[in-house]
RNA sequence: GGGAGCGUAGCUCAAAGGCAGAGCACUGCGCUGUGGCCGCAGGGGUUGCGGGUUCGAGUCCCGUCGCUCCUCCCA
């Protein structure tokens, strides 16, 4: 082995491609819908968007970014996540000028130096909405809706699937309950593992989020966010959960989640997959009401999702029953050694083109027979081109599914060959 | 960051210290210029990389890189 991708990155080969472009057709259509307008942000932002943005004590931000100097000395990143982007060109544009709820979706890589794994590597996609500029629990229940709409619009049988939501409050209702949390795991630190000591003094909500068996007696105890909310979120979440119920979405209610990037406000959801292995979340995402204005722009609230296109493919790759070959419509075969047989060979299969047929020529060399065998694979029709066809100003063309063959005009071919076609049905 | 397993032909995998192999794929021939089946032949490899032990290493040891999975975290 030379040279390699770099570790966590990989090639999608022309395989894969057909069903990466598949569900990303889909995924603009149902975003469409729902009445949103993609945006294209750079990969590559100032680092400190992210740190002020996503938090700097979030291991997304300090332990798994990629940052670099540029030639001036500023300190970039490739981007760990597009949210912030996202708000960031919103307040950079002015969009909120434009009145009413900005919505948006972005699709592209994302960039983070983590240990690679089955669903995990270090440039993965994404696809996501971000809607801006509405406090609305209705607006929540419709990002909601829209990520189980996408799902059954892929044909990802609901069974297979489960809604974790949970609301962790405003800032405020943050502060006290993240107290709370304090003074509750203090006088019980030896049941806990050593991370969650840690956490302990630096974002006790991620205690939380400990899957180790030790501390599970200890989480389970905790007080719940959603006792510590004010009035109007307390409000806000069960308008959420009326939506959904109206909706008929089936949720899960989830005290321990909470999510790692600090932005988060409120609703909190996460959809994941039970055919999926620890890397279970298709997508997750929440309401940020504060990140607007931490960012430098006028406060606006705001509610989205992010959903990782490699674990949609490792989820659909075995049902994908999706008849993705693409083949050729004609694969033009020159015959023997003659230099004007072959000009005639590239000319034919331009005039094909032109007439908007897909076209290949063989240019290996390969036996006739050889040729043919490789046209039934990849293609309709084989177009024949030899000295004794060229004489005559034809060239033979067969249809390789029924063996049926026929002259054709290299006059005209184009028109030729559609008629020839049309005329059989 | 911690742990476990695995790297041999384009792909899937054999070779348990002694000649690096099979199936599929690829190319040619049988069939001189026409596919799907069958038969025959052929091309292909620094056994991930580097070191060590040994008369001899794909095999054992050390290191390194990569992959896979778990933990952690998240999409």
């Given at each position: 082995m030379k040279i390699g991708a770099v570790r966590g990155m990989r090639d999608i080969l022309p395989?894969?491609?057909?069903?990466?472009?598949?569900?990303?057709?889909?995924?603009?259509?149902?975003?469409?819908?729902y009445g949103y307008r993609e945006i294209r942000t750079p990969l590559v932002e100032e680092a400190g968007l992210f740190a002020r943005g996503v938090g700097q004590a979030t291991d997304l931000?300090?332990?798994?970014?990629?940052?670099?100097?540029?030639?001036?000395?500023?300190?970039?990143?490739?981007?760990?996540?597009?949210?912030?982007?996202?708000?960031?060109?919103?307040?950079?544009h002015g969009l909120y000028a434009k009145g009413g709820v900005a919505k948006l979706y972005y699709f592209g890589p994302m960039f983070r130096y983590e240990k690679p794994q089955k669903g995990r590597s270090r440039q993965f996609h994404q696809y996501g909405v971000e809607a801006l500029g509405s406090l609305d629990p209705a607006l929540d229940a419709e990002v909601i809706d829209l990520a189980g709409y996408l799902m059954e619009?892929?044909?990802?049988?609901?069974?297979?699937?489960?809604?974790?939501?949970?609301s962790i409050g405003c800032k405020e209702d943050r502060a006290r309950y993240r107290e709370a949390l304090r003074d509750f795991f203090t006088p019980?630190?030896?049941?806990?593992?050593?991370?969650?000591?840690?956490?302990?003094?630096?974002?006790?909500?991620?205690?939380?989020?400990?899957?180790?068996?030790?501390?599970?007696?200890?989480?389970?105890?905790?007080?719940?966010?959603?006792?510590?909310?004010?009035?109007?979120?307390?409000?806000?979440f069960q308008e959420v959960l009326a939506h959904l119920d109206r909706l008929g979405t089936p949720y899960e209610l989830d005290h321990t989640l909470v999510r790692g990037l600090d932005?988060?406000?409120?609703?909190?959801?996460?959809?994941?997959?039970?055919?999926?292995?620890?890397?279970?979340?298709?997508?997750?995402?929440?309401?940020?009401?504060?990140?607007?204005?931490l960012l430098g722009g006028p406060p606006t609230p705001g509610v989205g999702f992010a959903g990782g296109m490699e674990r949609l493919v490792l989820v659909l790759r075995d049902r994908a029953e999706l008849e993705l070959a693409g083949k050729l419509d004609v694969y033009v075969i020159p015959i023997g050694e003659e230099q004007e047989v072959k000009r005639a060979a590239v000319w034919a299969a331009s005039q094909l083109r032109r007439a908007g047929l897909a076209v290949d020529v063989e240019y290996l060399g390969r036996s006739v027979r050889k040729a043919t065998q490789v046209a039934s694979r990849v293609a309709r029709h084989a177009l024949f081109l030899g000295p004794d066809e060229l004489a005559q100003g034809v060239a033979k063309l067969k249809d390789l599914s029924s063996?049926?063959?026929?002259?054709l005009k290299l006059e005209n071919l184009g028109a030729a060959f559609q008629q020839k076609v049309r005329a059989r049905g």
């Open positions: 395989e894969e491609t057909p069903l990466w472009q598949k569900l990303e057709a889909e995924i603009r259509a149902a975003f469409a819908l931000v300090h332990k798994e970014m990629y940052v670099f100097p540029d030639k001036k000395g500023l300190t970039l990143a490739l981007r760990p996540e597009a949210t912030a982007s996202v708000v960031r060109a919103y307040i950079e619009r892929l044909g990802l049988p609901r069974e297979g699937l489960f809604l974790r939501i949970n019980r630190a030896e049941e806990l593992c050593a991370d969650c000591r840690r956490r302990l003094s630096e974002n006790p909500l991620r205690i939380l989020d400990c899957k180790r068996g030790g501390c599970q007696p200890a989480i389970r105890a905790a007080p719940k966010s959603t006792d510590f909310l004010c009035a109007e979120c307390r409000a806000h932005y988060y406000t409120r609703t909190v959801f996460e959809l994941a997959s039970r055919d999926l292995g620890a890397q279970d979340a298709l997508l997750g995402g929440g309401r940020y009401d504060d990140l607007a204005e063996g049926e063959e026929r002259p």
